[in-house]
């Protein structure tokens, strides 16, 4: 949700406000100043691209990015031949950080043929020091460098550049604030993302989140049922719940609220018709949250449960604090209360002293479970977690071995689990018109699997009752029923 803030009025002649978000309204006007006379100049508004890597907390971070831009006056780009190229970046395993390296020699080809060009770094990686001293030493076309905790400061730093006319840092090691009301672009009318909380205190012992997006704080319950409010006004059916760790939600508020708590809540407004969230830790799922799921209308049966492995001797060293009997006496819980629930995971290979036993406990989780789809990774190790400096790094090619061998399972189970609603009549959420398939549209179901049906442009936004014809392993053929 933003404030409906008419930018000329703004008095870009005085000091800028101190508090936020005022502060950053100001920098939007002054930003925006900077595009008309650049258009002047030019004959045309300024281009920016967004380029996003890694998860959903970064995709919604990048609408907000989006937003200040939009603001300011710049034009979207397709790609990086643009005024203003942004990389929000991801460093959870380390091929995350290669491809942001690669892509910026690439930009620096283009800034020599545009040297008006400004490139601005985000994100997760840029809160470690030694990246931020790499690009400083060997990237120094590079012109904004910020964080996680400072996105809602672009217009600001921008600026801040523009007058300075050299390399801007601005990393913040962690904070305490929420800016809320400021602008977001989101890259769909009908569903949107929602932060409820930011950070994480697990420090699994492999995860560099708790390093980089800082300690876990959550937003207050009416400010985010507000801004779900105002979605659903604005046309949005379905929301996303973000977090790192959602089942945690609220413990550190002044009046503590509990995720099951706030569930209800956005249960209650009108308009909303699909609730998801993400990511939810099984140590910290509890009984009230599965009865909340049986009861609700709205909730998509579908959890994301990310059991990491299931050797009780590797969650132990991971710092998980569940055992795979825990973990399998939740899932049967779940199943239990809500017996027709898709259960997604992530999965680690490799992590340190993992030996074939550990990875057969978890070849055996995966048989009980039968999960609706897995990701799996292979363990990368991030400088400064605990794991990193653990002795016994398994060897790659028993890493890639078993690795491979885990993929192939979690394919053909899941293709078997998703095929569960196969002639049966589903509501589907259309999100678009089918890229490969003319006439036809994609959406998905509840459980996040996806359909394509013959349909047009139309029935983007709403949800259709389609019969599914066709399995396909990892989606369905179907067609709209009349129900
Ligand atoms: N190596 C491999 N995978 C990792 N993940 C987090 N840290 C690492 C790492 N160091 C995976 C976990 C997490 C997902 C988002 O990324 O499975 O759930
Ligand atoms: Fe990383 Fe664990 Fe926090 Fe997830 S819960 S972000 S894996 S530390």
């Given at each position: 949700m933003h404030q409906?803030?008419?930018?000329?009025?703004?008095?870009?002649?005085?000091?800028?406000?101190?508090e936020e978000p005022a502060r950053q309204y100001y920098y939007m006007a002054k930003c925006r100043e900077w595009v008309r006379e650049f258009e002047r100049k030019n004959g045309r508004r300024p281009t920016a691209f967004t380029q996003t890597f890694g998860c959903q907390m970064n995709a919604r971070d990048s609408e907000k990015l989006q937003g200040i831009l939009e603001q300011a006056g710049f034009e979207e780009a397709g790609d990086e031949k643009a005024d203003f190229v942004l990389?929000?970046?991801?460093?959870?395993?380390?091929?995350?950080?290669?491809?942001?390296?690669?892509r910026l020699g690439y930009l620096n080809t283009l800034k020599k043929k545009n040297p008006h060009m400004l490139i601005a770094l985000c994100g997760c990686m840029m809160q470690e020091p030694e990246v931020v001293d790499k690009i400083r030493k060997s990237y120094r076309f590079v012109d904004i460098i910020f964080g996680t905790h400072n996105i809602f400061k672009l217009a600001e730093l921008m600026d801040r550049r523009l007058e300075e006319r050299k390399m801007v840092v601005d990393i913040w090691r962690d904070t305490?604030?929420?800016?809320?009301?400021?602008?977001?672009?989101?890259?769909?009318?009908f569903k949107s993302g929602v932060n409820i909380m930011f950070g994480c205190n697990n420090f699994c012992s492999y995860c560099i989140v708790p390093y980089v997006r800082g300690r876990e704080r959550s937003r207050k319950p009416e400010d985010i049922i507000a801004e779900i409010?105002?979605?659903?006004?604005?046309g949005v059916v379905e929301v996303m719940l973000l977090g790192?760790?959602?089942?945690?939600?609220?413990?550190?508020?002044e009046t503590p609220v509990t995720f099951a708590g706030l569930l209800r809540q956005v249960e209650e407004i009108e308009g909303i018709e699909r609730i998801r969230f993400m990511t939810s830790h099984p140590k910290d799922l509890s009984e009230e949250l599965i009865q909340v799921m049986a009861?609700?209308?709205k909730i998509c049966r579908h959890l994301h449960l990310?059991?990491?492995?299931?050797?009780?001797?590797?969650?132990?060293?991971m710092n998980r604090r569940y055992t795979k009997e825990q973990y399998l006496d939740l899932v049967d819980r779940i199943r239990a209360a809500v017996p027709d629930i898709s259960l997604t995971t992530d999965i680690i290979v490799g992590f340190p002293g993992e030996t074939e036993e550990d990875f057969l406990e978890t070849m055996d989780v995966v048989e009980k479970v039968g999960f609706d789809s897995a990701f799996t990774f292979i363990y990368s190790r991030r400088t400064g977690t605990p794991?990193?400096?653990?002795?016994?790094?398994v060897p790659e090619e028993v890493v890639k071995e078993r690795f491979d061998r885990l993929l192939a399972r979690v394919q053909e189970l899941s293709a078997r689990v998703c095929a569960r609603d196969l002639h049966t009549t589903q509501k589907v959420l259309v999100e678009s018109l089918d890229d490969h398939l003319e006439g036809y549209v994609t959406g998905r179901l509840g459980n996040n699997t996806v359909v394509h049906f013959p349909g047009d442009a139309s029935l983007i936004g709403t949800i259709v009752p389609v019969y599914l014809e066709e399995s396909k392993g990892f989606y369905y053929m179907g067609t709209a029923a009349g129900v």
């Open positions: 409906e803030i008419d930018l000329d009025k703004i008095d870009i002649n005085t000091e800028p406000p101190i990389y929000n970046t991801c460093t959870v395993r380390e091929n995350a950080n290669q491809r942001v390296y690669g305490e604030q929420i800016v809320e009301e400021l602008p977001a672009q989101r890259k769909f009318p409010k105002q979605l659903a006004r604005d790192q760790n959602v089942n945690s939600y609220g413990k550190n508020l009861g609700s209308k990310p059991v990491q492995s299931g050797s009780s001797r590797i969650l132990k060293a794991a990193a400096s653990m002795e016994d790094q």
